[in-house]
């Protein structure tokens, strides 16, 4: 009877062992096919853009720019955009939107640096969405066919960087002049230099122009 006993014990105890070992196994990482099971989250992660989210990235230095940046914004979301706008270096990715409005003002010539910078970071994600471009900038305050010509030449610059914007698709605003934003030292080199070029202190932003190509973004 003892002897009966013991072995129905050992059985049970024996089985449920193996179960225990086989489970452990089949959820340990020991097996390769357990492991494979895991799912890498981080590295599937794939973030949708959420239609017609909108990012208006801007670079300004006195602020006009910005102003610009956000009656941009502002007629895109009268269109049904949900739009953020953002200076350029609080921008950490470009994770659902749908499009990205980039501008800067134009500053020797060219977009600023950090306009420049923020393409280059983010070049994998803009080439996934749908981008458009403007600048800003003191030439056109001045409306003639040299002027004209030199803006373009700036749009065409900025087309070098971002080859998914054609040239003559990017806005193109004339800008601000206001010496009471600059330091001292400022202030001197662009009393300088907008002398030499020919324009006076003033808000030369034309806001249809502007209204009128955000509007005609969609
Ligand atoms: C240092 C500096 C350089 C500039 N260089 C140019 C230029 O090369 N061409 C131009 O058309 N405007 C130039 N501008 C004019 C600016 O683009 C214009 O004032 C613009 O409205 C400034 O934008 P913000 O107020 O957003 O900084 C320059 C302005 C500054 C302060």
Same mark, same amino acid.
């Given at each position: 009877?003892?002897?009966?006993?013991?072995?129905?014990?050992?059985?049970?105890?024996?089985?449920? *062992?193996? $179960?225990?070992?086989?489970?452990?196994?089949?959820?340990? !990482? %020991?097996? =390769?096919? +357990?492991?494979?099971?895991?799912?890498?989250?981080?590295?599937?992660?794939?973030?949708?853009?959420?239609?017609?989210?909108?990012?208006?990235?801007?670079?300004?230095?006195?602020?006009?720019?910005?102003?610009?940046?956000?009656?941009?914004?502002?007629?895109?979301?009268?269109?049904?955009?949900?739009?953020?706008?953002?200076?350029?270096?609080?921008?950490?990715?470009?994770?659902?939107? *749908?499009? $990205?409005?980039?501008?800067?003002?134009?500053?020797?010539? !060219? %977009?600023? =640096?950090? +306009?420049?910078?923020?393409?280059?970071?983010?070049?994998?994600?803009?080439?996934?969405?749908?981008?458009?471009?403007?600048?800003?900038?003191?030439?056109?305050?001045?409306?003639?066919?040299?002027?004209?010509?030199?803006?373009?030449?700036?749009?065409?610059?900025?087309?070098?960087?971002?080859?998914?914007?054609?040239?003559?698709?990017?806005?193109?605003?004339?800008?601000?002049?206001?010496?009471?934003?600059?330091?001292?030292?400022?202030?001197?080199?662009? !009393?300088?230099?907008?002398?030499?070029?020919?324009?006076?202190?003033?808000?030369?932003?034309?806001?249809?122009?502007?209204?009128?190509?955000?509007?005609?973004?969609?």
């Amino acid at each position: 009877m003892k002897q009966k006993w013991s072995r129905r014990k050992f059985i049970e105890i024996g089985s449920k *062992s193996i $179960v225990f070992g086989v489970a452990t196994l089949i959820f340990s !990482k %020991w097996l =390769p096919f +357990a492991k494979a099971k895991i799912p890498d989250v981080k590295k599937k992660t794939i973030v949708v853009p959420i239609p017609n989210k909108v990012l208006v990235a801007y670079e300004s230095q006195f602020g006009s720019t910005a102003e610009v940046a956000e009656v941009i914004g502002q007629v895109l979301s009268e269109g049904g955009s949900h739009v953020c706008i953002k200076k350029m270096k609080d921008v950490t990715d470009l994770d659902g939107y *749908s499009r $990205v409005v980039i501008g800067s003002a134009i500053q020797y010539d !060219k %977009w600023m =640096p950090e +306009a420049r910078k923020f393409v280059m970071t983010h070049q994998k994600a803009l080439a996934q969405i749908d981008v458009s471009c403007f600048l800003v900038c003191l030439v056109l305050s001045k409306g003639t066919a040299k002027s004209i010509k030199k803006s373009k030449g700036y749009a065409l610059k900025i087309s070098e960087l971002v080859p998914s914007v054609p040239a003559d698709s990017i806005g193109q605003f004339a800008g601000v002049l206001d010496y009471s934003k600059m330091s001292f030292g400022q202030r001197l080199a662009a !009393k300088a230099m907008f002398a030499i070029i020919g324009v006076k202190e003033g808000d030369y932003r034309d806001w249809k122009a502007i209204r009128d190509w955000a509007g005609g973004l969609f």
